[in-house]
Every structure is written in C-alpha cells, then in structure tokens.
C-alpha cells in the first residue's frame, strides 16, 4: 500500500485539520493527537498481505482512497474517467443559441451583439439533427444561450415542443437550462417552466442596484437591477435550480453581500451562488469570504463532484449551434472566428475544420506536466478548453473563482458543517 498523491492537509481550526483527498473527495477531520497516528500510517501503511492485522483507521483510508495499492496508477484513472466523460455515448449536449442579440449592453460583455437571429431554416435543420441523435443516445441536454435567448421566447417554445415530441417517439429523456439576464422573464415565462422541461437558469446580477445598473444596463442605459431581482424572487418559489452568478471587481466588492438577503430564506437551497471575477480582473479577487457568507444564509454554493467535463466543447457529444446553424466549440471560441461546420439541409453535421475539431475535443489538463504534478487536479481538470487550445500548460485554477486548493477544500467542509451534514464530517 502507499499513501496518494492527492492527499492534502488543511488547517481548519487551531488544534484541528482535515486529510482531504482531491481525487476521491472525501476528508478526515483530525485532532493533534490523530494527526501524528494518520501521518504514520499514511508513511508506512500495511502491506497487502497485512489485510487482517489492519486497524479500522487504514481501512478507513483505504476507502477513502488515502492509502491506495502499489500498483494503482492514479494518472490513469484520471485520464480513463475524463475519457469515459468525455467519449461517452449515452447523452448528448447542445447549447443553442437562439438569437446574437441582447438586450443588454454590459460594459465588460465581450459578444458583438450581432443582429443574427434563427430563421425557421435554420430551426428545421436544428429538428432534423435531434431527431437523428435522440435515435443514438438516451439523454438530450439543451442548453439555451445567447445573446439574451429569451428575445426570441416564441422560437424557444417551438422548438421545446418539438423536441418533446422527438424524444418521446425515440425513447429519449429530454431537459434544458438557460443562461438569462432575468430581465424578460415575465410572470407568463415564470410559469412555463416546467413545460419547457427547464432544470436549471443562470442569472447574474452584479452586486447592489447602483453598481449593477452601471455594468448592465440596457441598450437604451436605464437600469435593470430591480426587474432582474423581482424575477429571480417569484423564480425561487418554483421547482428550478438557479445558479445566482455575481460578477466582482474591486468595486462593488463591499456590496456583493448585500444581496444575499433579497432572496426569500425558505427558497435559499435551491439557489446556488456563484462568485466570478470578472475576466478583465488582472488580478484575481479572493471570494472565500463571501462564499462563507452565503452559505451562512442558507445558500448553496459549493460543488463537491469533480466535473472530468468542464463545458459542451469537451465533450464528444456535445456543440454548440449558431442562429444560422454554424457549429461552433463555444462562445468566446466564435467570438475569435474559429468554427467547426455547419448543418446542412437534411439536419446533417458537416465537419469543415477537423484539425481544430479534433485538437479541441483532445484536450486534457494531462497533457501538461504541471496539471499532472498538481494535488488539485482531479478538481480542476485544467478548467476552460479554449484556453488551453492557446497555451496547454496555463494555470486555470485560481480562475475565474479566486480560491486556492485549501480555500475550496475548507468550503467543502463548512458546507457540510452548515448543512448538518454530519454523516459526512468523519472525525478521528
């Protein structure tokens, strides 16, 4: 037996710290007195053919995946479950991109706002496609995108209805997201979303009605705090997940804490926060005091699965469609020129690029010697592809979230503390 690569201790509290495991994500929390007895162990743990004389403690590590074989090779495992992820066959997710338009005009957004909009051409090319996958795969994920996609409200409920209908003739489960600015989402909006199979919105808002109205107002400049933040209240009493994105700078920092009480208490656990600097932001602001702070008002705001698949260009089975029915790896990836093909009459995927297709759907954090030393990286997996794709050895992990290793593990476990999680918390 040996000790994992991916072990780390974090201090917690004066006299207390936790072994945490990135890879299995699982943690002892340790007194002074355990943490030498641990610490031994984990120097020269029992052998195999030791099985019986082991204490409950190494048999506890074992599970844990603290103390693994001799010969378990943990890079493998990690370069098998990000393929499994990344090459799996049973599901398939589309982003689809409606409209390019908004009807914002944030100071920071980096989206031309081009006025592109889905034609019914290019919706019945987009039919034709689903109808062909949801022979193959046993999942459809739909992730609507912009531009802002509920400018164009009536195409989105056109084609929900459509693939509903595909799904159910090919067996198929079929559920979508959205990224919204929460401004159009009216009371008639509000109360389709179950229809529109919607598990999941992200919103952002960016701190108090002052800042916010100054970095996101709409075209015309007036404000949109107030409308966005009434929506997302009447949002909270129904059965849907919102992932309550704020955007930080140096600015508005003392202010993003403001808004965690707008929010109803009894509707805080179905909000997940998430704090991102922005990504002009040439220095990364720490956020680990903030996210303590939603989580002392009920929120969720720490994910504890480690995602081998970061976004739809990682994956295989997964695109992202354009208005016209351009095919491309992503938003910022368009917003550079680079594409991939396009659909053709008969709903067709065309395959123009292969090179970039190919080198973009093959990126992994192990390619780089760095990612490969590094304790977190069965959390971060290298993080955004793109950037990748332009350096393969740059450090994404203090982005765009500004937390270190330690920071994230301490939240892990102030999460479960908060939540009474307490079959989670295993003290030695």
Known sequence: MKSSRYNIFVQIEDDMKLLYNTLSRKYLVLDSNSQGIVEAILKKP????????????????????????????????????????????????????????CNFRCTYCYEEHKKLIMDDAAAERIIKFIDSITKKVNILSVSWFGGEPLLEIDRIIELTNKFKAICQRNNCKYRAFMTTNGYLLTDSIIDRIHDLNLISLQITLDGCSEYHDMKRPLKNGEGTFHKIMENIVKLSYKDVIINFRVNLDADNYDHIADIFDLIPQENRNKVHIIIANLFQNSKKINVYELYRKAMDKGYTSFNKANA???????????????????????????????YFGHLDDDGRFILEDSSLYYKLKTISALKSEGCKECVELPMCMGKCKLSRYVNKDVCNSAVPDGLSVEERIKLHYYSDVKLNKGKEVDSV
């Open 46 to 101: 029992a052998s195999l053919e030791e099985k019986n004389s082991r204490s409950n403690l190494e048999n506890l590590l074992i599970s844990y995946k603290m103390l693994i074989a001799d010969d378990f090779d943990e890079i493998s495992y990690i370069e098998f479950e990000e393929n499994k992820t990344k090459f799996q066959d049973q599901s398939f997710h589309l982003v689809i991109q409606p409209t390019l338009d």
């Open 308 to 338: 081998y698949k970061q976004c739809e260009l990682c994956s295989k089975n997964g695109m992202l469609i354009e208005p016209n029915g351009r095919i491309v790896p992503c938003s910022p990836a368009a917003e550079k020129g680079l």
